[in-house]
DNA sequence: CTATATCGACAACCATGTTGTCCATTATAA
DNA sequence: TTATAATGGACAACATGGTTGTCGATATAG
C-alpha cells in the first residue's frame, strides 16, 4: 500500500518553507534596521545568546570548526553585533558578547518569526499547524540549535 | 488569541526536515554507487532531465546566473554526470546531456525519496503526512524547482 | 547590411566552509 | 613540581559556489 504521491516533494517543500519564513524574516529586518545580517548571522547571534561564547564554542554549538565560527564572529564583530571581552580566569579565552544592537536583532528576529507564524496559522488554521509542527518534531532531531547550518551544501 | 508556541521553532523543525530527508538521500546513494554527487548536482541534475540544458538555460531554471550554473555542468561533466552535444542549429549553444551514469543518479534518487517519504508515512500516518504536504503547498510558492538554491545562503 | 541580443569563456572578486600548523596558556598526571 | 597533554586563537592555503563585468562569435530583426 504505498502512496501515490512522490517523495521528492516533501523534502522541496520543506526547504520552501523554511526558504519563505527566512526570507520574510530578513526583508522585515532590513525594514527594521537591521539590513546586514544574513541568516548565517541570525543563527550564529541565537547561538552566541546572552551567556557570550569564544569561536571555539560557537563552532561547536553550530557544528563546524573553530576557524569558521572565528571568521562568522569577525563579520559580527566588524557590523557592532558583538563586543569583545576576555576571561579573567583564562587568559586564552576571547568571549564576545551581544552588543545592544546584537541583543536588538535577536529580540526583533523573536517578534517578526511570532508574527509569522501567526501568518501560518491564520492560513491554515491553529490545529493543523500544531499538528504540522508536532509531525515536523518526530522525524527531526532533538536539539534545535545544533543545526550544522553553513556545512549542509556542497562540500564533503 | 495568539499561541503559545515561538515562531522561530518553526523554520527550524522545516529546515531540519529538509536536512534529514537530504542527508538520508545522499548518504543512500553514495551506498548505491553515487558517493560524488552533491545536493547542488541533484537540483541541476534534475532541471537538466531528460531534454538537456544549455548553461544558460540551467541558469535560468535554477535561478543563478549562467556563469554559476556553468561552474556546476563543469564539475558534473567531470564527474561523468553530463555528456556535451552541440546544436547544429546553433553554433553558440553547448547542449549538456544526463549521461548514463546521470540517468541512474536520478533514477535511484526518485526511489530513494519515495522509500524515505514511506518512512515518513509510517512514522506519522498516511493522513497527517498527506494535511503536512498539503499544508506546505499552501504557503510555499507554487513552481517546484526554481527554488534558487544555491543563492539563499549569505550574499545581498 | 546593420543593430541588437544571446551564448559561452574568462577574470576578478566575495563569502563560507575545510585542514593543517603554530604558539601561548591551562589542565592533568607522574 | 614538573613533564605532558589538551585547549584557544591566529594564520595560511585551499575548495566550492556564488556574483559582476567583459569580450568575441553567432543569430536574429529591422
Known sequence: MSSDR???ELPLRLFLG????????????AR???PDVRPVHGFALQAI????ATAAELGRRLGVSKQAAGKTID???????????TDPNDARRKVFRL???????LAKSAAIFDQLRAEWEEALGADRLR?????????TPAD????DIPGWFGHT
Open 6 to 8: 512522490p517523495g521528492f
Open 18 to 29: 523554511f526558504r519563505v519564513l527566512i526570507d520574510a524574516l530578513h526583508d522585515e529586518l
Open 32 to 34: 527594521q534596521g537591521h
Open 49 to 52: 545568546g546572552s551567556e557570550g
Open 75 to 85: 563579520s559580527l564583530e566588524r557590523l557592532g553585533y558583538l563586543v569583545r571581552d
Open 99 to 105: 552588543s545592544e544592537r546584537g541583543a536588538d536583532s
Open 131 to 139: 499538528a504540522l509542527e508536532d509531525d515536523l518534531r518526530r522525524v
Open 144 to 147: 534545535p540549535l545544533r543545526v
